[in-house]
């Protein structure tokens, strides 16, 4: 089963407003990282976030993590068109289980 | 240069065969994974493996197998007991824990005809 799961599953904007993204999950976790894919190709890690740190910077990049809620968001600022591309949070639910789950991604489009 | 490879690119297979995917990473990783991802969805794990000679099986190990007999290599066979096979294939490394990043393959495209 999916531990994440993106909101929205797609979003379309125009290039220089910002997009955010938003991942819920159901267990405790160690970390949450986000991660981007363009069509047809591998993922690239962007960010990662730990349990214990609330929010994290990276560029444009902007990444909340609320434990309590068991909610993360990932916030593009001043996107540009090559910013289009599907991003995905993933977990690490800590021991036990030595992978990371990922969620079912949102599709974001930004039109230049 | 340093990475991780998947091959083929593009891979065609009749109902009833198996067929082996390809996946190397020159990047020292103790840990590397399979997903699988459909249309549209988010990654499955299939397999992993955190050190040479030992694999797990992830959520959907059904009808795959795997091997790891060097650090380096990591390759995925379909065999024909998976009902539903045809599906975009990543292969994943990792150093150290999980709380580092995953560096990922570019990905085999699978279809059964």
């Known amino acids: 089963s999916q531990q994440g799961e993106e909101d929205p599953q797609a979003l379309s904007i125009q290039e220089g407003e910002n997009a955010t993204m938003n991942c819920s999950y159901k267990?405790?976790?160690?970390?949450l990282q986000w991660y981007r894919q363009n069509s047809g190709r591998g993922l690239v890690h962007l960010i990662l976030?730990?349990?214990?740190?609330r929010e994290k910077h990276s560029g444009r990049l902007r990444v909340t993590l609320d434990t309590s809620k068991k909610s993360s968001s990932l916030l593009i600022t001043a996107s540009r068109a090559a910013d289009t591309a599907s991003y995905f949070c993933?977990?690490?639910?800590?021991?036990?289980?030595?992978?990371?789950?990922f969620g079912s991604g949102t599709r974001l489009q930004v039109q230049p | 240069d340093g990475g991780i490879t998947q091959s083929p690119k593009y891979l065609f297979r009749k109902e009833g065969q198996n067929v082996t995917l390809s996946c190397e990473q020159n990047?020292?990783?103790?840990?590397m994974y399979w997903y699988r991802q459909d249309p549209g969805q988010g990654l499955r794990l299939i397999y992993y493996?955190?050190?040479?000679?030992?694999?797990q099986k992830g959520d959907i190990a059904e009808g795959y197998s795997v091997s790891r007999e060097k650090k380096e290599s990591f390759p995925l066979t379909v065999t024909s007991a998976q009902k539903n096979p045809t599906a975009f294939y990543l292969c994943?490394?990792?150093?150290?824990?999980?709380?580092?990043?995953?560096?990922f393959g570019p990905g085999t495209r699978l279809t059964v005809l």
């Open positions: 993933a977990t690490d639910r800590g021991a036990g289980r030595r992978a990371l789950t």
């Open positions: 990047l020292n990783h103790d840990a």
């Open positions: 994943a490394s990792q150093t150290g824990p999980l709380n580092n990043e995953q560096f």
């Open positions: 976030i730990r349990s214990n740190e």
């Open positions: 493996s955190q050190i040479v000679n030992d694999f």
């Open positions: 267990t405790s976790i160690n970390n």
